[in-house]
C-alpha cells in the first residue's frame, strides 16, 4: 500500500522568504502526485500535480513542486510568501495503475508573519 | 467557478442516531467522493462512486455507512448508527473523469463537521 509523509506538521516563515514543505512517498507501484491547500473553512484546492513528464511542476499562486524518483520526494517551494499564504498544505498520491483514491499525508500548517 | 457544495456546515448528533451528510458536485462531473478527517488526523478516503455503484470503499467504509445519489445532483452519505468516533469533518468530492480517473482533479468541497455526543 502507498503511504505519504510530511515531515513537518509546521511551518512559520516571515513575508518574502523562500518556504519548502517536505512530502515523501512510499509505493510499490508508480503514482501520481499531488499539493492541496486549505484555506481556512474552506476546502481543498488543487496547487498542482504530477502525471509525468517535465519532474519540475508549477502550479498556483507562484507555487511548484520538483518530483524526484530516487528520493521519492515532492517537496513544494515558493522563492518569496505572502501572508495570503497562511494554510494548511497536504501532498497527496494515487496508484498509477488503477483506482482514484488520494492517500494524504498529515498536512503542513504554513504561517507566513509580516 | 463552479464549486462543491455541502449541507449542513455542522451537524450534532447523538450517538446511535443516523445522520445524512449532503454534498452537491459540480454539475458536469461524474466521480464523487467521500473523505474524512478526525481531529488531529490524516485526511481518509471512504468510497468513490460512479455510473449510480460504488467504484471503491476503502476498510473504514463499513455497513453503517451507505451512499446515494438520489437525484441529478445531490450526493448523500448516511452513518447508520453513529459512534463517538465518527466525530470527524467529511469532505465531498468530485471529478470530471477523463480517460483516467487516477489523474483527474479532485474538487473539494468545505466540509461538514459532525459531532457525535
Known amino acids: 500500500a502507498q503511504s505519504v509523509t510530511q515531515l513537518d506538521s509546521q511551518v512559520p516563515v516571515f513575508e518574502e522568504a523562500p518556504v519548502e514543505l517536505r512530502c515523501n512517498y512510499s509505493?510499490?507501484?508508480?503514482?501520481?502526485l499531488f499539493w492541496y491547500v486549505q484555506y481556512p473553512n474552506q476546502g481543498l484546492q488543487l496547487l498542482l500535480k504530477?502525471?509525468?513528464?517535465?519532474?519540475l511542476v508549477k502550479g498556483i499562486n507562484g507555487f511548484e513542486a520538483e518530483f524526484n524518483k530516487s528520493q521519492t520526494s515532492f517537496h513544494l517551494r515558493k522563492p518569496s510568501v505572502h501572508i495570503s499564504d497562511t494554510a494548511e498544505y497536504f501532498c497527496?498520491?494515487?496508484?498509477?495503475?488503477?483506482?482514484?483514491?488520494?492517500?494524504f499525508g498529515e498536512g503542513t500548517q504554513l504561517t507566513v508573519n509580516p | 467557478e463552479p464549486e462543491v457544495t455541502q449541507t449542513p456546515s455542522h451537524q450534532v448528533t447523538q450517538m446511535g442516531q443516523e445522520v445524512i451528510l449532503r454534498c452537491v458536485p459540480i454539475?458536469?462531473?461524474?466521480?464523487f467522493y467521500w473523505y474524512r478527517q478526525i481531529l488531529g488526523q490524516k485526511v481518509e478516503f471512504l468510497v468513490s462512486?460512479?455510473?449510480?455503484?460504488?467504484?471503491?470503499k476503502s476498510e473504514i467504509f463499513d455497513d453503517q455507512f451507505s451512499v446515494e445519489r438520489p437525484d441529478g445532483s445531490n450526493f448523500t452519505l448516511k452513518i447508520r448508527s453513529t459512534k463517538l468516533e465518527d466525530s470527524a469533518m467529511y469532505f465531498c468530492?468530485?471529478?470530471?473523469?477523463?480517460?483516467?480517473?487516477?489523474?483527474?482533479?479532485?474538487?473539494f468541497g468545505p466540509g461538514t463537521r459532525l459531532t457525535v455526543l
Open positions: 468530492a468530485s471529478s470530471e473523469m477523463g480517460w483516467e480517473a487516477s489523474t483527474d482533479t479532485q474538487y
Open positions: 509505493s510499490s507501484v508508480s503514482v501520481y
Open positions: 504530477y502525471l509525468s513528464g517535465s519532474t
Open positions: 497527496a498520491v494515487t496508484l498509477g495503475t488503477s483506482g482514484s483514491r488520494l492517500t
Open positions: 454539475s458536469n462531473h461524474l466521480y
Open positions: 462512486f460512479y455510473n449510480n455503484e460504488i467504484s471503491e
